[in-house]
Nanobody, 124 residues
Framework: QVQLVESGGGLVQAGGSLRLSCAASGRIFSNRFMGWFRQAPGKEREFVAAIIWGSGSTAYTDSVKDRFTVSRDNAKNTVYLQMNSLKPEDTAVYYC?????????????????WGQGTQVTVSS
């Protein structure tokens, strides 16, 4: 079992920055992805970024490349999402998720454990 707790959301003006944290406890799957997803009102949950605990390999959706950075601190069992140059369209509830099995990093259905989510609101 894995427990995930997100923090760091809030209200920020366009162009600003936020750093989200996802603290993981329980079993950590070092060769599996940890993902960040977001869901805006009335929209489906969408992939944002992912990282493999062990290797640190990362992946991003095109709309956040060069603005967002996903990283991890293995000693703290924590994954981060540094978000810069935020835009109003980044407004959403952000979730972190852990994958226990093999799967595609961009597929929400491939993740087995989810945090409760943290709200990010970007004002124009």
């Amino acid at each position: 079992q894995v427990q995930l707790v997100e923090s760091g959301g809030g209200l920020v003006q366009a162009g600003g920055s936020l750093r989200l944290s996802c603290a993981a406890s329980g079993r950590i799957f070092s060769n599996r992805f940890m993902g960040w997803f977001r869901q805006a009102p009335g929209k489906e949950r969408e992939f944002v970024a992912a990282i493999i605990w062990g290797s640190g390999s990362t992946a991003y959706t095109d709309s956040v490349k060069d603005r967002f950075t996903v990283s991890r601190d293995n000693a703290k069992n924590t994954v981060y999402l540094q978000m810069n140059s935020l835009k109003p369209e980044d407004t959403a509830v952000y979730y972190c998720a852990a994958m226990a099995r093999s799967g595609n990093y961009y597929d929400a259905g491939a993740y087995d454990y989810w945090g409760q989510g943290t709200q990010v609101t970007v004002s124009s």
